[in-house]
């Protein structure tokens, strides 16, 4: 059998790979339009939204959070250099 007699190869088209990659399971993480890091979701239960209970879990509450599609922008003006480094600690923990 040679490559040429394979369906799923012969087959295959350029938009199926959004069946085979979902580009929803990472977003970049912006503080105030500074990369931090990459947010990856490694299980069905995780969702960019776990980076607020993060936040939230260290004291930060003041802030704003807007998700463009896989780019995830959080906007302060209290301790953005510490909301910075914490978060980028966890971001490259994980």
Not at 37 to 65: P, Q
Not at 75 to 81: D, F, I, K, L, M
Request: charged letters at 30%.
């Amino acid at each position: 059998m040679s490559l040429d007699d394979t369906p799923f190869i012969e087959d295959f088209q350029t938009d199926d790979w959004n069946t085979f990659f979902d580009k929803k399971d990472r977003y970049d993480v912006y503080v105030n339009g500074e990369f931090v890091g990459m947010k990856k979701l490694f299980s069905g239960n995780e969702t960019i939204d776990d980076i607020n209970d993060f936040l939230a879990e260290h004291g930060f509450s003041s802030y704003k959070a807007v998700c463009d599609g896989d780019y995830y922008h959080i906007y302060t003006s209290r301790h953005p250099e510490k909301l910075k480094e914490i978060l980028s600690f966890h971001l490259q923990s994980r």
